[in-house]
């Protein structure tokens, strides 16, 4: 136990220091990286139970996916860098944090229509959910068309 104990608290004194210096550290950076990767993780979910649903589920595209979760997750954290240089109170940060957050959202309520998951909501929700992230939608659907026939995008 000391050794696990030993590990994660060195991960800890190198990780934190780290995640403060990229995003800040005030309590509402904290809450909106966490409610961030929170949504990106549902996405992860959707979006691989989405694509084994019709079949365009390819290794590829998956860790072509790590790649821009990790892009898409030090957005903010450039928006930080960019309110320290120009001193100011987190706009930058703020902006694309949300931006990022709205982002993901319609990402993973796509995929879990693709994934048939819409089908447990309300219809006024599921058609409201629908009309927020149709264009979003439509272009996943298209994008697994296109992989059906053994393109990747």
Same mark, same amino acid.
């Given at each position: ?9 060195? %991960? $800890?004194?190198? =990780?934190?220091? /780290?995640?403060?210096?990229?995003? +800040? ?5 904290? &809450? @909106?990286? #966490? ?41 903010? %954290? $450039?928006?930080? =860098?960019?309110? /320290?240089?120009?001193?100011?109170? +987190? ?5 694309? &944090? @949300?931006? #990022? ?53």
């Amino acid at each position: 136990m000391d050794k696990w104990k030993a590990i994660f608290s060195s %991960a $800890g004194a190198v =990780l934190v220091p /780290v995640f403060d210096f990229m995003y +800040g550290d005030s309590e509402a950076v904290i &809450a @909106i990286m #966490t409610a961030l990767l929170f949504f990106v993780i549902m996405d992860w979910l959707s979006g691989v139970r989405a694509a084994k649903r019709d079949n365009t589920y390819g290794s590829r595209y998956g860790l072509d996916g790590i790649a821009r979760t990790f892009f898409i997750l030090l957005l903010p %954290a $450039g928006g930080h =860098l960019l309110d /320290v240089v120009f001193n100011l109170p +987190g706009i930058i940060f703020g902006a694309l &944090a @949300i931006g #990022t957050l709205y982002h993901v959202v319609q990402s993973m309520t796509a995929n879990s229509i693709r994934a048939g998951w819409g089908d447990h909501l309300p219809l006024p929700v599921l058609n409201a959910i629908i009309d927020w992230v149709k264009s979003e939608l439509d272009k996943k659907i298209q994008r697994a068309e296109s992989r059906k026939g053994g393109t990747t995008k």
